[in-house]
């Protein structure tokens, strides 16, 4: 019985190519910028931190500290979760570092030595987001012979925010699309519906139920959005590809990556059974 | 098999059906005549619960239809087969999808349902019109394509509006002969016509409206 629906649902869809291929192809396109939105927000998210990682913290030591107590602060930060690897730098490796970006003579009517010492640390990518940064950066700053604690606080809090920011803005609109979406598919479906409306009255004529009269809508809800579905996820896959061949950047999803297109199809098919529930809901048999 | 007691039906103040009363028994062929607009049809729909009385009882098929609640109506219509006056075949489905549309509602599965059609087509003579569409039919294997669809599931009760209007007396006879077989089966049958010929001589009982009463 499930095949005979199947099939009606299939005639009538051919029955209409061309204006259902219309339907498809802007259900498509609707499809392809939640997908592209939804993958922006993520590839936000993965670029702010993959920048947070890259600054990396500065702690500086306290004037006077002997080499073996530097040492030893060094091996316990290294030892810090977060903390991928860190690097002593003495207040006579920061002069000459210092001579060589501004040459020796800037330097010639120095007497002692300005530059304390520090320990340079980086970061451990994947577990990072700015608030574990800054909570990380208050505890360093708190420890015996370290004086001051540096990071690129301001920027990342900014991406951090616009990140933020990005993703309820993107949230939104895919809201708004995926709404957008059932919208048309329930109207396609009311039309679907309404042009058959002859043919509906002699299938209750002949004693069919309403769950009969509205199973082949439903799957033509449904082959709406697995159609244009497939259609988004081609378009995502290239689109994807070209992004990550272009600048060798993959973004981080919560899902398998390799997984967005069975997905875009997935949710193309959801939302056509919403639609069609929608519309069928609306029409009173 | 299917009871009237005093049933009437109004539109805008007319009366279509005006206390009418009678019964046909279980394996009876009956036919219901009068003029133009004397209710014939409205009749019959009242049957299939098409219109729904606004006075008196009708019981079909053991359904008490005054009693039958909306989710109900498709199961007696599956009980009572009807060859309407205007058809309603789909156009764009062949032979065999409309006769089988009958079995399909009914859930009745591909092999016993493509079996049953080609056997209900043989009977009314249109075996080799199964593949095609119904508006390269004549008026006459139109009328037994539905025919065939009324009587495919073997309905408790037939019903046949004007089956015959409009067909050459030959045509007619080969129509007549089909309702005959079926009556032979044990089908209980219940023909609205015009035409005379049709039931003079049928032995058959025949009731007859006139402006919506049954004359006696
Ligand atoms: N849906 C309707 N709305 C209003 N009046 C109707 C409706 N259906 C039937 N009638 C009226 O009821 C009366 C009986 O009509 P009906 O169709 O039952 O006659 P009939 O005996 O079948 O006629 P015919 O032999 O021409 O088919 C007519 O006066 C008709 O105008
Ligand atoms: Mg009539």
Not at chain 2, 132 to 144: D, T, V
């Amino acid at each position: 019985m499930f095949i005979y629906h199947v099939r009606t649902a299939w005639l009538s869809l051919a029955r209409n190519a061309g204006i259902n291929l219309l339907t498809v192809f802007s259900l498509a396109v609707g499809l392809s910028l939640v997908a592209i939105t939804v993958l922006s927000v993520f590839g936000l998210h993965t670029a702010v931190k993959e920048w947070t990682s890259g600054f990396g913290m500065v702690a500086y030591l306290a004037e006077g500290l002997p080499t073996k107590g530097q040492e030893a602060l060094r091996d316990r930060l290294s030892r810090e979760p977060g903390i991928r690897s860190v690097e002593l730098v003495s207040a006579e490796d920061a002069l000459r570092e210092l001579e060589g970006a501004l040459g020796k003579e800037m330097l010639q009517g120095l007497e002692a030595n300005p530059l304390p010492a520090s320990i340079r640390i980086f970061l451990s990518p994947g577990n990072l987001d700015v608030a574990r940064v800054k909570e990380l950066a208050g505890r360093l700053a708190g420890m015996d012979g370290i004086v001051e604690v540096e990071y690129g606080q301001k920027w990342v809090e900014r991406m951090a925010v616009a990140a933020r920011q990005f993703g309820l803005a993107g949230s939104a609109l895919g809201l708004s699309l995926g709404i957008g979406i059932i919208f048309i598919l329930s109207n396609t479906i009311k039309i679907l519906f309404y042009r058959r409306a002859q043919e509906i009255d002699i299938l209750k004529l002949l004693g069919a139920t309403q769950g009969f009269i509205r199973a082949p809508f439903l799957i033509e809800g449904v082959f709406f959005g697995i159609l244009s579905g497939g259609v988004a996820a081609l378009g995502t896959f290239l689109a994807r590809n070209w992004v990550s061949g272009k600048f060798g950047f993959v973004i981080e999803t919560p899902w398998p990556l390799q997984f967005t297109e069975p997905l875009i199809v997935l949710v193309g098919a959801v939302l056509g059974l919403a639609g069609s529930f929608i519309a069928l809901g609306r029409i009173r048999l | 098999m299917i009871a009237f007691d005093t049933v009437t039906k109004t539109y805008d103040g007319n009366k279509a059906i005006a206390g009418v009363s009678f019964e046909i028994q279980k394996g009876e062929m009956a036919f219901l005549t009068g003029p133009s607009g004397s209710g014939k049809t409205t009749l019959l729909r009242l049957v299939y619960r098409e219109e729904v009385a606004d006075q008196g009882r009708i019981v079909v098929a053991g359904w008490d239809l005054n009693k039958l609640d909306s989710t109900s109506i498709p199961f007696l219509r599956r009980n009572v087969g009807v060859v309407f006056q205007d058809f309603k075949l789909l156009p764009d489905r062949t032979v065999r999808d409309n006769v089988e549309l009958t079995l399909r509602i009914q859930g009745i599965a591909d092999d016993e349902a493509r079996e049953r059609v080609t056997s209900t087509l043989r009977l009314v003579g249109l075996r080799h019109k199964t593949d095609a569409y119904p508006p390269h039919l004549s008026g006459g294997e139109q009328q037994r394509v539905v025919i065939a669809r009324a009587i495919i599931g073997n309905p408790a009760v037939l019903l046949a509006d004007e089956p015959t209007g409009n067909l050459d007396p030959d045509t007619a006879k080969g129509i007549m002969d089909v309702f005959r077989t079926v009556h032979s089966r044990g089908g209980t049958i219940l023909i609205a016509t015009h035409d005379p010929n049709l039931y003079e001589h049928s032995g058959c009982r025949i009731f007859r409206l006139q402006e919506g009463k049954l004359l006696a």
